[in-house]
């Protein structure tokens, strides 16, 4: 693992006991799912902006007390330590087999490891909303200690609906633990403004910190303290990735460099679309992530790339680099072998919903006019199982249906003489760049030859990009 980035697919209490080593890690920073009793979807946006009605449902965050939970919570009483133990034996006598305790359950030998993989100087910050945030303090007491607790961190930020209720729900919470009295933190510092803190005409006789004067008026250096003000990602953000959990890289800045030092690795062990990724790539950290979807991995991949272009280096583990491999995910997840093979080509999935996919697994959009003209789209299919000539016929009818220029069936296997007399009858689309086959079959042999979709160079634009990385910023950490 030494000077390796590393992208985990997979089941992140597998890849921790599996491939983490002891005291191996520096900072971690985990936003897990809350227990919420919300669907969270990933809601893609089309070309004019408008919020398409194809949606995927990226995780389910909500908890069933069932058998895999209870075999989960007797796991953690019969292995952890005592204090564990007996914590979520409290848990269970409170809330009864409930949901909060089969989202508990859920946590604890997750945090169990996290703590195995931290060094003695390192940190882990885990980010919470209210809801659950009481029980995963008591929890990470019962784990990290209670002479570790470091802070409970206010983020403060401005989104949400008028509540009716109650008032406006507008933080989350950050328990921030060590793994020992011996960790690493640096303290930043920020700029006070006087006007902000005591009003207009304050005269400031403060002699003690560094103080001046710039053009927003007259400062002192501060601390930051425990309630981090620090907006949203919005829409019309250039960080902006249409990923409903995102969060801003701000935060993750403040983080990463108040508990780690250039070089040093951070892990997120549900690392969504990335942002502790991409701000450790920025600070020159090394970096571990994990998620369990492959969607997510593929939005990484991306955001990765549009950042950064060809400078990161880093490894993937647990994606399929082999028709085995393929044939193996698959016969485990349809949904995942589907979101995996999109990535592959550059595609955008649709609504996971069976039977309502009204032929379309994936689109992939371009443009071939000059700025300005129409975009066009490329309908893809993606089959696991049995294909045939059916297939190709009912791909046809929904790209005229569509309007789509191109139709793409992406198959685990081979097709048959006559699928591809069938797509070769289709004819083909004409761009400035050429003549590209209107039906075209790709199988998963076929990608890992590298042979990709025939369609105009250079012009995909299915993917919101995220904004380059700027590096001039990188070791702005006055934020204010």
């Not at 979807?41 to 995780?59: L, Y």
């Not at 006789?205 to 309630?227: A, L, N, T």
């Not at 209107?438 to 995220?466: C, E, S, W």
Request: glycine residues 8%.
């Amino acid at each position: 693992m030494e000077n390796e980035n590393l992208l985990y697919y997979g089941d992140n209490l597998d890849v921790l006991r599996l491939h983490i080593k002891d005291e191996s890690v520096d900072l971690v920073y985990l936003d897990p799912p809350f227990k919420s009793d919300q669907n969270y979807n990933v809601i893609f946006r089309e070309q004019d902006g408008t919020k398409s009605k194809s949606q995927i449902k990226a995780f389910e965050d909500t908890w069933h007390w069932d058998i895999t939970a209870a075999a989960s919570y007797q796991e953690v009483i019969e292995t952890c330590s005592d204090d564990v133990s007996k914590a979520m034996q409290a848990f269970r006598n409170f809330l009864g087999e409930s949901d909060m305790l089969a989202y508990l359950s859920m946590m604890a030998p997750r945090l169990v490891e996290m703590k195995r993989v931290l060094k003695q100087t390192g940190s882990i910050y885990l980010h919470c909303d209210p809801t659950a945030s009481h029980y995963l303090k008591m929890l990470m007491d019962s784990i990290f200690g209670v002479n570790n607790f470091r802070n409970e961190i206010v983020w403060h930020y401005r989104t949400g609906n008028l509540a009716k209720k109650q008032f406006q729900r507008k933080h989350d919470i950050i328990l921030f633990y060590s793994k020992s009295g011996n960790s690493f933190f640096k303290p930043i510092d920020i700029k006070e403004y006087y006007v902000q803190v005591y009003g207009p005409g304050f005269k400031p006789s403060f002699k003690g910190r560094k103080h001046g004067e710039d053009k927003y008026g007259q400062y002192r250096m501060s601390f930051i303290d425990d309630v981090w003000d620090i907006s949203a990602v919005f829409t019309l953000s250039k960080e902006h990735l249409d990923y409903p959990t995102q969060k801003p890289e701000a935060l993750l800045e403040r983080i990463i460099n108040a508990s780690s030092k250039e070089g040093d690795i951070v892990l997120d062990p549900f690392c969504g679309c990335g942002t502790t990724i991409v701000t450790a790539q920025r600070f020159n950290r090394q970096w571990i992530g994990i998620d369990v979807t492959h969607l997510a991995v593929t939005l990484i991949k991306h955001r990765l790339n549009d950042m950064f272009g060809g400078e990161v280096k880093y490894k993937t583990v647990g994606e399929p680099k082999s028709l085995p491999d393929a044939i193996a995910l698959a016969k485990d997840d349809a949904y995942q072998f589907q979101w995996w093979s999109l990535g592959l080509v550059g595609a955008r999935p649709v609504e996971q919903k069976k039977g309502k996919d009204r032929g379309i697994d994936g689109r992939l959009y371009f443009h071939d006019e000059p700025v300005g003209g129409k975009t066009k789209q490329i309908i893809i299919s993606v089959k696991s199982g049995h294909t045939g000539v059916a297939h190709i016929r009912d791909l046809r009818g929904v790209i005229e249906r569509e309007k789509a220029e191109i139709g793409v069936l992406i198959s685990l296997k081979e097709p048959t003489r006559e699928m591809k007399k069938e797509a070769a009858s289709a004819g083909f689309y004409e761009s400035p760049w050429g003549k590209h086959p209107r039906m075209q079959i790709l199988t998963i042999t076929d990608i890992f030859d590298n042979k990709g979709i025939d369609f105009p160079p250079q012009t995909n634009v299915t993917y919101k990009k995220a904004g380059k990385a700027n590096k001039s910023n990188q070791n702005n950490s006055n934020l204010f």
